[in-house]
């Protein structure tokens, strides 16, 4: 349901491809940073039956028909917003800066002869280097990802202490290297096997090792950042209207598939996403958005929500991702050996599967995700409205003057999470996952298939 997310450097390093593959709305990654937010006591909320209408405007507006925020929300959405594009370029050019300087000033080669000692056994080796150099990159990002959490306090987006935040860092360093480590020795041992190859042979057993994170990622790595619940045992009523959605829409939800996320511990913002596949395809609904918007608002999310279920969007990402995987890793191989060729011996590393030549592989990589992000974040942008549509023609007709929820449900999610107003059309077209909110509220109050006799796209 969200804007836009400031990635997280290691698992972007680590395991670039998962973020094809990751749920719509993307909080299948435990360190998106945008949904980060502060200390605005919940207890000031108003009761969730009788919140006001957020839009600032004359009093006998009754229509939302615009993303209208406060002078005040104004300034500090236009600022954070700012500040997060800053840091999301900066960050990818540091990152680069990084990279380079560790090649260039020899400190990767320092680091293949510190694994190379300690063992002959490569896999040794391996485990040793990958550890050290993945910690390496993630500390000299660590500034980067600091000042972002302090601004997200400072602007009232993040509730979470810095004990708390710096433990979810390490663990999310721990759950990286466990990934990285795998990934990093079975790279290495497919390039020793077949030095011209290894980019087609490497796809298979990457997209089998990515296949089995998107399926455990809600089992075994998001409770490590988050609590859930069953959404039955606190909001047995959310679930029975879920499932007259549900219903409706020819695809029941077991309520079992339907999660709470305690996320208001860490966060003010509101989201609710679809993550997980075959067995472990779920619902996932923030405590947050329980709270702060009404049971209609929250059933239209829902319903958008239910759309990426029912569309197969996460199916579709997955499969997405695996096929520019494969383009991917053969730029990577053709990107590694032009590299090695002008540099190597600069850079003292003796092949492609010196250890060392990790660090030119992320490097590139960097690079291709860089320059890629406006073509993932076009497809995401695609499937969220799509979303969008589901979410509003399987609410018509259940829920009173759907169309307006809706929109004032934009409004909500806008002013909540301090999204831009009028963010730069480059900005929205390079790094934007969702389509504008400003946009997506426009659209919610004017879709209206029914009454020009059109038939709806999704929900017959
Ligand atoms: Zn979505």
């Known amino acids: 349901m969200k804007r836009w997310k400031f990635r997280h450097r290691f698992t972007l390093l680590l395991c670039a491809l998962i973020f094809f593959l990751l749920a719509p709305d993307g909080s299948a990654n435990p360190q998106q940073l945008s949904q980060d937010?502060?200390?605005?006591?919940?207890?000031?909320?108003?009761?969730?039956?009788?919140?006001?209408?957020?839009?600032?405007?004359?009093?006998?507006?009754?229509?939302?028909?615009?993303?209208?925020?406060?002078?005040?929300?104004?300034?500090?959405?236009?600022?954070?917003?700012?500040?997060?594009?800053?840091?999301?370029?900066?960050?990818?050019?540091?990152?680069?800066?990084?990279?380079?300087?560790?090649?260039?000033?020899?400190?990767?080669?320092?680091?293949?002869?510190?694994?190379?000692?300690?063992?002959?056994?490569?896999?040794?080796?391996?485990?040793?280097?990958?550890?050290?150099?993945?910690?390496?990159?993630?500390?000299?990002?660590?500034?980067?990802?600091?000042?972002?959490?302090?601004?997200?306090?400072?602007?009232?987006?993040?509730?979470?202490?810095?004990?708390?935040?710096?433990?979810?860092?390490?663990?999310?360093?721990?759950?990286?290297?466990?990934?990285g480590i795998v990934f990093v020795l079975i790279l290495f041992a497919v390039m020793r096997f077949s030095p011209r190859r290894w980019w087609l042979l490497f796809w298979f057993p990457a997209v089998l090792i990515l296949l089995v994170l998107v399926v455990i990622m809600p089992l075994v790595i998001d409770p490590l950042f988050n609590k859930f619940e069953p959404l039955s045992s606190q909001h047995p009523d959310l679930v029975a209207s879920i499932g007259k959605l549900t219903q409706r829409a020819g695809v029941p939800i077991p309520p079992e598939r339907m999660f709470l996320e305690l996320a208001?511990?860490?966060?003010?913002?509101?989201?609710?996403?679809?993550?997980?596949?075959?067995?472990?395809?779920?619902?996932?609904?923030?405590?947050?958005?329980?709270?702060?918007?009404?049971?209609?608002?929250?059933?239209?999310?829902?319903?958008?929500?239910?759309?990426?279920y029912v569309l197969g969007h996460v199916v579709k990402g997955f499969l997405a991702g695996a096929a520019a995987l494969l383009v991917a890793l053969y730029l990577l191989f053709r990107g590694l050996h032009w590299a090695l060729d002008r540099w190597g011996r600069e850079w003292k590393i003796l092949g492609a599967e010196d250890w060392a030549s990790l660090a030119v592989l992320l490097l590139l990589l960097q690079v291709l995700l860089f320059f890629s992000s406006p073509a993932i974040n076009w497809f995401t942008r695609t499937q969220e409205h799509a979303a969008d549509v589901y979410g509003l023609e399987i609410t018509h007709g259940l829920i009173p003057n759907s169309s307006e929820v809706a929109a004032h449900a934009f409004q909500a999610l806008g002013e909540l999470d301090l999204s831009d107003p009028n963010p730069p059309q480059f900005i929205t077209f390079w790094?934007?996952?969702?389509?504008?909110?400003?946009?997506r509220l426009v659209f919610a109050h004017t879709y209206d298939p029914w009454s020009k006799g059109e038939k709806p796209k999704y929900v017959k």
């Open 431 to 439: 790094l934007y996952s969702h389509p504008p909110v400003a946009e």
């Open 264 to 308: 208001s511990k860490k966060t003010n913002a509101i989201n609710a996403y679809v993550t997980g596949l075959g067995a472990s395809k779920r619902v996932v609904i923030w405590d947050t958005l329980i709270q702060k918007t009404s049971n209609d608002e929250t059933l239209f999310v829902v319903g958008h929500e239910l759309g990426h």
């Open 37 to 179: 937010n502060t200390p605005q006591p919940s207890a000031q909320l108003p009761p969730r039956h009788e919140i006001p209408p957020l839009v600032t405007g004359t009093p006998e507006q009754t229509r939302t028909e615009q993303y209208t925020l406060s002078h005040e929300r104004y300034e500090k959405a236009v600022a954070y917003s700012r500040a997060g594009y800053t840091l999301y370029f900066l960050s990818y050019i540091l990152g680069g800066i990084f990279l380079f300087l560790i090649l260039r000033l020899g400190i990767a080669a320092r680091l293949r002869d510190i694994a190379e000692g300690a063992s002959q056994k490569r896999w040794m080796q391996g485990l040793v280097f990958v550890p050290l150099f993945l910690l390496l990159v993630d500390v000299l990002d660590l500034p980067v990802r600091l000042y972002w959490h302090r601004l997200s306090l400072h602007y009232e987006q993040s509730v979470q202490g810095w004990g708390s935040w710096f433990w979810d860092w390490t663990k999310g360093e721990l759950v990286s290297m466990v990934i």
